[in-house]
């Protein structure tokens, strides 16, 4: 029988944190880094390294991935 881990307990079903979940989706109505920034009140360089992070635990390599990554796992809806 399989347990999941108590540091896995309580973790978002996508791996990313409520913040890179808020990225993914501003990423997906076609937003730039600038405006995302500005949005949410952090700096252009935070939402490009929030990007990279995405990027690499969806293990996706362009934001049209991402966008996929984000409807099957219910980040967004098409």
Do not use: F, W
């Not at 307990?9 to 990313?16: A, D, F, N, T, V």
């Not at 939402?47 to 990554?69: D, F, G, K, P, W």
């Amino acid at each position: 029988m399989h347990r999941p881990l108590k540091r896995d307990r309580g973790k978002p079903q996508s791996g990313l944190t409520t913040r890179q979940r808020e990225v993914v989706k501003l990423l997906a109505q076609g937003l730039h880094s600038e405006k995302i920034a500005e949005m949410l009140g952090i700096s252009k360089k935070t939402v490009e390294i929030h990007r990279q992070n995405i990027l690499s635990r969806a293990n996706c390599r362009s934001t049209s991935e991402l966008v996929r990554y984000a409807i099957r796992n219910g980040i967004i809806v098409a």
